[in-house]
T-cell receptor, first 115, second 112 residues
């Protein structure tokens, strides 16, 4: 099993450009998440999804959008990139029952630099 | 609200023990622990649920004090492979625990 696959691994964007970070999982997990990680700050939740067609905002959603058309895929869209969006982005997935009883599997991350 | 981890960093010699603490201002339902090596993704270690037992395997274990809203991760007889940054993630209600809030991490360095 591949687990959680993220593409690309690295990307440099110019201010104002847009891009989509891809995330796919093959574990049939119903819950998926997008986090960003800045040095010394831990992981901040951007968006999450509890199943196909259902998404909701996390702690830091501004400047991002998501969609979940299938169980496997959860792309993250950056519109009008800003330097503040320079970060490492992690996609994660888990089984979920609303009790937080299952561990997360993380992808290998996308390192994004906005210049 | 982000849980507070302590210490922020610790250096151990091989074979020494360490304790990493995670405290929250909210009543907790679940606590997750992850380890992240430099340049890699976080890896799930264990989970503790309200009313559950202390979890662990081999030389890494954890406890969850619901009344104090705290969890501790215990690393016994540390090995070089234990080096990395440890994160706790907390869920504060049974219905909404699919959202974890992560601490800032504790950097653990094990030296020969």
């Amino acid at each position: 099993n591949a687990g959680v696959t993220q593409t690309p691994k690295f990307r440099i964007l110019k201010i104002g450009q847009s891009m989509t970070l891809q995330c796919t999982q093959d574990m049939n997990h119903n819950y998926m998440y997008w986090y960003r990680q800045d040095p010394g700050m831990g992981l901040k939740l951007i968006y999450y999804s509890v199943g196909a067609g259902i998404t909701d905002k996390g702690e830091v959603p501004n400047g991002y959008n998501v969609s979940r058309s299938t169980t496997e895929d959860f792309p993250l869209r950056l519109e009008l990139a800003a330097p503040s969006q320079t970060s490492v982005y992690f996609c994660a997935s888990s089984f979920g029952s609303g009790t937080g009883a299952y561990g997360y599997t993380f992808g290998s991350g996308t390192r994004l630099t906005v210049v | 609200q982000q849980p507070v981890q302590s210490p922020q960093a610790v250096i151990l010699r091989e074979g020494e023990d360490a304790v990493i603490n995670c405290s929250s201002s909210k009543a907790l339902y679940s606590v997750h622990w992850y380890r992240q090596k430099h340049g890699e993704a976080p890896v799930f270690l264990m989970i503790l649920l309200k009313g559950g037992e202390q979890k662990g395997h081999e030389k890494i274990s954890a406890s969850f004090n619901e009344k104090k809203q705290q969890s501790s991760l215990y690393l016994t007889a540390s090995q070089l492979s234990y080096s990395g940054t440890y994160f706790c993630g907390t869920g504060d209600s049974g219905a909404g625990s699919y959202q974890l809030t992560f601490g800032k991490g504790t950097k653990l360095s094990v030296i020969p």
